[in-house]
């Protein structure tokens, strides 16, 4: 049941799924890879404010440090994870955007706008850094100048970007797990990596010490849960009717069991005890979420996800009807239920991944700054 590589959000749910992903792991996205970019891009962009880089140059000097730092991180010794292995300086999108935000969240950004905005302001900054009002002691006056990096930064290794590794120092990871108490310090991304809680679990409420989270963490990691294996009969009804739509006898079965253990997955975890009063009001404090999209999720836990209603959800006619209208009102012509050359792309699975929040990246990350952490002790 869990082993489909769709991930896709077919139905619709993904401000629910990002509510409690941003609650959990803030800063993180899917397509990151490992912590240690959050260091390789300040240390580009600081390499070329020293050098006074000037504005009209800033992008593709910053390009081309990137450029190398893919190519160095592939002769280092640890090379999985690089952002741009295969496709090198054809990169469409590089590293420093995929964490902007994150740096940003994390506190390691100071400056407050997007890369395009800071490339502008370099001039002006440099001119302001050359005319800084000093006190007495030959030291800038508080608030006279503000910096576009945190302080505190580790300084870049000699060499850097022409030599780089994922590998973090112990200063590094040390200064990581600052920057997440200090910006993020409710979240379960400090909680673990403050109580050094690493793990090579699939989903976050299979961590091994899941027992040991506090309370409030043990809760929402709870809701999160009991949403993501909800939700996923959901994601596979729609799939058996797409099966039925094609005529294909192998792939109805197919999705004829996988509703079948996702009954036995809902039984086995208790799911009719779900105070899911309390589950929105978690995801309300979290983020907005549409008004269709609350409907659809309240209409789906209503008709399918009642003892009495699991074993027959694939053929609920009200279940079907929902999903249906759901993807209508989602993709209006272009809705595989309805457009027969969009139902002849399916590739036979749409969107049925299990919802793990991050877990995948966010759990690399924080491994990545334990073993830093261990580094030298």
């Known amino acids: ?39 390789f891009i300040p240390w580009i962009y600081l390499r070329h404010e020293k050098k006074k880089t000037p504005s009209r140059e800033i992008a593709q000097k910053v390009w081309a440090d990137e450029v190398a730092l893919i190519r ?28 902007w935000y994150g740096l940003g969240r994390w506190g ?25 009002l000093l006190d007495d002691d ?23 970007p022409y030599e780089a590794s994922f590998r973090l120092n112990r200063v590094q990871a040390e200064y990581l797990t600052d920057r997440i108490m200090h910006q993020c310090k409710d979240s379960l991304l400090a909680y673990l990596v403050s109580n050094e809680d690493q793990s090579n679990s699939k989903y976050i409420w299979e961590h091994p010490e899941l027992s040991r989270f506090p309370e409030a963490l043990q809760d929402r990691i709870n809701h999160a849960r ?34 079948e253990q996702w009954v036995k997955t809902m039984a086995a975890i208790n799911y009719w005890s779900w105070n899911q009063m309390k589950f929105w009001e978690l995801v309300d404090e979290a983020g907005r979420i549409p008004v269709p999209t609350r409907r ?24 079907r009807a929902l999903i249906a209208l759901r ?18 792309l399916w590739t036979g699975a749409a969107g049925t991944s299990v919802l793990s929040y991050r877990w995948p990246v966010a759990q690399r990350m924080v491994n990545d700054i334990l073993d830093g952490v261990q580094e030298g002790m």
């Open 72 to 99: 160095a991180l592939k002769n280092s010794d640890n090379p999985e994870g690089i952002i741009g292995d295969a496709a090198g300086e054809s990169l469409q999108r590089m590293p420093s955007s995929i964490y």
């Open 296 to 319: 659809f999720v309240s209409d789906w836990l209503r008709l399918a996800c009642r003892p009495t209603r699991w074993h027959r959800v694939a053929d609920n006619k009200d279940a």
């Open 226 to 259: 009991n949403f993501s294996l909800a939700i996923n009969g959901a994601a596979l009804l729609y799939n058996l009717l797409l099966a039925e739509q094609r005529n294909s006898d192998e792939l109805v079965e197919r999705y004829k069991q996988k509703l």
């Open 1 to 39: 049941m869990f082993q489909e590589s769709d991930t896709r959000d077919e139905l619709g749910i993904g401000t629910i799924r990002d509510a409690f992903s941003n609650m959990f792991f803030p800063g993180t996205t899917t397509i990151q890879t490992r912590v240690k970019y959050m260091l």
């Open 138 to 160: 030959k030291e800038p006056v508080s608030g006279s100048l503000r910096h576009n990096w945190h302080q505190g930064l580790p300084p870049a290794p000699a060499g850097f």
């Open 327 to 344: 993807e209508r009102r989602l993709k209006g012509n272009r809705a595989r239920l309805e457009n027969r050359r969009a139902l002849e």
């Open 108 to 132: 390691i950004r100071k400056f407050h706008g997007s890369s395009e905005e800071l490339h502008r302001y370099l001039d002006d900054y440099y001119s302001a850094k050359t005319n800084v």
